[in-house]
Structures are given as structure tokens and as C-alpha cells.
């Protein structure tokens, strides 16, 4: 019989700490997150001095925690995945020399995992869904659409050209006064809005475009709520995030059924934190229907950032032969190829 393969998976790339043991690259053992949301909301974003700070703080305690969930100790572990890239410099490098350490102490594998990588594998986790699919990932800092072809092989067919879907949502919200992070906060609110009180543009709407920009889209939303708030009107702040969700929302899902189409494969999912929104969530399973596609989300805790993803990346990095040195740095602004 073969063996299992325990990973060990650390995520620090922004303001979570997270370790999780993942068996054979799909079975939560553990999935421990230590979130510092409530540390950064006062700035209204994250402060990256002090999310590395608090990194180093949580680090210890979150894989001590993961493993003690998991009921075994590092013994058991068979290799250790770190995300190395992207992410913010300073709190990347918490988690990668952690886990480097880790690894160099018990003499085992060690992998670097790319967190965009790590996004995608978190449809792998507690259930048996496969590559190939198409994988629209939206979250802080990244919106792609990619061709996962197999485990750990990609083709991005779309990037974002300036600020990622989770940014948009954070900065509109921020500027509708709603607070850090705006995501949830707007879909919250958008319930009680008119999402067609606003007909604000889309971008790169045309034809096999599978890239996205939100700037002009934000901008437009804060030049509409200048130009009412000198007027005096009246403003009802749910039907500006309804109307920008709605846009945000219709450009993802167009885009990622257009390249299910363009590329002739029937099976599509999302992942990262913007994959939690209701509105995406409701709108894509309806178009998936109608148009016969298999639509898979990983579960609402794997979308946002988590170590139970790095560790099934990892695995299928380490099962394919790829295994990092231990002089593997840190890339803040690292692709996914
Ligand atoms: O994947 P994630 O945890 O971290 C990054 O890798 O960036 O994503 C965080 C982002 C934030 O921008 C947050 O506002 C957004 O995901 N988000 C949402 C929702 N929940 C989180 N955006 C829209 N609707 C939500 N329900
Ligand atoms: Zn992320």
C-alpha cells in the first residue's frame, strides 16, 4: 500500500498566520488561523511591520496548535510547504524561515509555495475534485483567470491590469465609510440596495479578453459619491455598493464562463477571498447551470488565506519532484509562471 504523505503547510503571506497538516494533499488533518483583522482595521488596511510583528508573535503557537489538532507531533510530518511569494516581504519571510528551520531541523523536504498556487489548491481539499478545469482566483491582491491543466501545471488566460478584485472592494468600501476589509462589509450591505440605482463602466468587456482592471470602476463609484455629496442629495450608501458588487460580479462571472468556453472545458471553479461573496456565489452557480458547467467552490474557510492549501500545493509539488533548497527567499511580487 502507499504510504501517506503528511505536509506540514505555513501561510504568512499577508495578515493571517496559518498552519495546517494536510494528508495526501486533500485531507484536513488541522486548519489552524490566527487572523490579525482586528489589529489592522483601525489603520484601515494592513500595516506590514506590524503583520510581520505579529507573525513572529503567533507563528510558534499556530504550528504547535495545528499539530497538536491533528493529534501528531512533528515527527509524523513527511515534508514542510511554506508560502514564499506573494505576498508582503517582511511577512513572508516569518513563515518561509520557520518552516525552513523546521524542515533543516528534522532533516525533511522542504517546498516553497506560490500563494496564488495555493488559492487554486484549495479546491483539492476535503473532497475529489481534479484538474482540468478553469479557476477564476479573486482575492487582496490577486484576480486570475487560469487553465489548471493538471496538479501544479497552469496557463493564465486573464490578470488584472491594475487593482485586484479584493483592493477594489476594500477601497470602495473604504470610501463608502464601511471599514476594513470592505468585502464582506459590502456584501452585507448590498442586501438593502439597489444594485441598478448606478450604471458604472466595465472594463475590457470585449471578446477573449480575459483581463480585468477595477480602478476605473472605483473611480468612477468616488467621483459619483463627490458629485452627490456636494450637491447635498440624499445618499443611500447600499445602493453604491449594490451597483458596484453587481459590476464587479458580472465582470468575474462573464469573464471565467467565456474562457470555460474559449478553452472547451466544462469544469470551473473560484477561490481566494472575494470567492466568499453571495452574490458571486448565487450568480455563477445560476450561469453554471443554464450553461452546463460543473461548478466547484472550496469551502468559505479554505477561500481566504489559510496554511491548508499551502500544504496541498505542497504536496503536489513534492509528489511531482519539485522541492525547494533552503536558500529559497522570500518574492514579494513572485507570478504564478
Ligand atoms: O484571499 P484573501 O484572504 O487574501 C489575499 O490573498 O489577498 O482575500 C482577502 C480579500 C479582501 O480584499 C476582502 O475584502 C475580500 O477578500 N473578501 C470579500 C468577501 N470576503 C472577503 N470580497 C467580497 N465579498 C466577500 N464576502
Ligand atoms: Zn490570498
Known amino acids: 500500500m502507499k ?51 505579529n507573525h513572529i508573535e503567533a507563528i ?24 514564499y511569494g506573494p505576498g508582503l516581504v517582511g511577512a513572508l519571510l516569518v513563515g518561509l524561515s520557520y518552516g525552513k528551520a523546521l524542515a533543516y531541523g528534522k532533516g525533511i523536504p522542504f517546498v516553497g509555495v506560490n500563494h496564488i498556487e495555493g488559492h487554486i489548491s484549495a479546491n483539492y481539499l476535503d473532497g475529489d475534485f481534479e484538474p482540468p478545469f478553469i479557476c477564476l482566483i479573486a482575492s487582496g491582491g490577486h ?28 477601497k470602495v468600501a473604504r470610501a463608502l465609510g464601511l471599514g476594513y476589509p470592505g468585502g464582506p462589509k459590502i456584501d452585507e450591505i448590498s442586501k438593502k440596495g439597489d444594485p441598478y440605482k448606478y450604471n458604472f463602466p466595465k472594463s475590457f468587456m470585449e471578446k477573449d479578453n480575459f483581463d480585468f482592471s477595477f480602478s476605473g470602476l472605483k473611480t468612477a463609484v468616488i467621483n459619483q459619491l463627490h458629485k452627490e455629496k456636494q450637491k ?6 447600499a445602493d453604491y455598493a449594490a451597483s458596484f458588487q453587481m459590476n464587479v460580479v458580472d465582470v468575474l462571472t462573464s469573464k471565467l464562463i467565456e474562457a470555460a468556453k474559449y478553452k472547451n472545458i466544462n469544469k470551473i471553479s473560484i477561490a481566494g477571498g472575494v470567492a466568499s461573496n453571495s452574490l458571486l456565489r448565487e450568480k455563477l ?3 453554471a447551470s443554464e450553461e452546463g458547467f460543473m461548478l466547484h467552490y472550496p469551502k468559505q474557510i479554505y477561500c481566504t488565506d489559510n496554511g491548508a492549501m499551502i500544504a496541498s500545493a505542497g504536496y503536489f509539488d513534492y509528489i511531482s519532484g519539485k522541492v525547494s533548497g533552503l536558500d529559497l527567499n522570500a518574492i514579494p511580487y513572485l507570478k504564478l509562471f
Request: hydrophobic share 40%; glycine share 8%; proline share 1%.
Open 3 to 53: 504510504k501517506d504523505i503528511i505536509v506540514l503547510g505555513i501561510e504568512t503571506s499577508c495578515d493571517e498566520t496559518s498552519a495546517s497538516v494536510v494528508k495526501n494533499g486533500k485531507t484536513v488533518m488541522s486548519n489552524v488561523i490566527y487572523s490579525q483583522i482586528d489589529i489592522h482595521k483601525k489603520f484601515g488596511g494592513v500595516v506590514p511591520e506590524i503583520a510581520s510583528r
Open 60 to 83: 510558534g503557537k499556530v504550528v504547535k496548535e495545528a499539530l497538536d489538532e491533528a493529534s501528531i507531533n512533528l515527527d509524523k510530518v513527511d515534508v514542510v510547504a511554506a508560502t
Open 232 to 237: 447635498g442629495s440624499q445618499i443611500d450608501i
Open 285 to 287: 452557480s445560476r450561469l
Open 143 to 170: 484576480s486570475h483567470i487560469v487553465f489548471v491543466k493538471d496538479y501544479g501545471e497552469y496557463e493564465v488566460l486573464g490578470r488584472t491590469v491594475d487593482d485586484a478584485a479584493g483592493e477594489a472592494f476594500d
